[in-house]
């Protein structure tokens, strides 16, 4: 167990709905990372939360937002999926200056 | 921008060979260079690190040494078993301002599979 829980695990929803996965950190690290893996675009960060605030952007799509509550964890929402989306999701997080620690990711199927 | 080039795989290896997975860098300044591994159904996990020029990570059996003049940080394993058989992600963070947020720049991953 790395600390860092995501939920749920697999997810299997239509195009065109909504979903939200969350993400608890590590007990202490203010840092909550977002990527994405899938096959032809690998390992690509989303979006970086640190303490509450946006911090750090990166190819995340305008339909995707995220948003990190007062007790640290995250949310990942994603709207209007399409068939493309479908991925797996991980959250890491870190302590300032620390390396990054994964969750077991949260495997996304949209058909 | 920054990113990290990894030698295509997959790798195929018999039992304690040796192991060499490259790994090359582009990045401003001087970056955090990082092995992660990922194993069949599981997440990410840190497999070492270096956090500056010539430093040396190891773990496991594993090392890799932070090389400027060369821009590499390539892994590598004396023996290898069965259970190393993963995919393994080279990555930098950059410790250039703005960018020094912690986010890790990811290479395509290398799978390895090491054969009995």
């Known amino acids: 167990d790395s600390g860092v829980t995501q939920t749920p695990k697999h997810l299997i929803t239509a195009t065109g709905q909504r979903v939200t996965l969350r993400c608890s950190p590590r007990?202490?690290?203010?840092?909550v990372y977002w990527y994405q893996q899938s096959l032809d675009q690998g390992l690509q960060f989303l979006i970086q939360?640190?303490?509450?605030?946006?911090?750090a952007k990166g190819n995340i799509l305008e339909r995707f937002s995220a948003q990190q509550f007062p007790d640290l964890h995250s949310e990942l929402n994603l709207s209007s999926l399409e068939l493309g989306d479908s991925a797996l999701y991980f959250c890491a997080s870190s302590a300032r200056g620390g390396p990054s620690t994964f969750g077991s990711g949260t495997r996304l199927t949209v058909v | 921008g920054d990113s990290v080039t990894q030698m295509e795989g997959p790798v195929t290896l018999s039992e304690e060979a040796f192991l060499t997975i490259n790994c090359t860098y582009t990045a401003t300044g001087y970056p955090s260079l990082f092995w992660y591994v990922q194993y069949p159904g599981e997440g990410l996990q840190l497999l070492l690190k270096?956090?500056?020029?010539?430093d040396k990570g190891s773990n496991k059996g594993f090392e890799a040494t932070y090389r400027k003049e060369t821009t590499s940080f390539h892994l590598e394993k004396g023996s290898v078993q069965v259970s190393d058989s993963a995919v393994y992600f080279c990555?930098?963070?950059?410790?250039?301002?703005?960018?020094?947020?912690?986010?890790?720049?990811f290479g395509q991953g290398t799978t390895l599979q090491v054969k009995p």
């Open positions: 939360y640190y303490n509450g605030e946006e911090r």
């Open positions: 990555a930098l963070s950059s410790q250039i301002a703005p960018g020094n947020t912690g986010k890790l720049i």
């Open positions: 270096a956090t500056k020029a010539d």
């Open positions: 007990s202490g690290d203010l840092s």
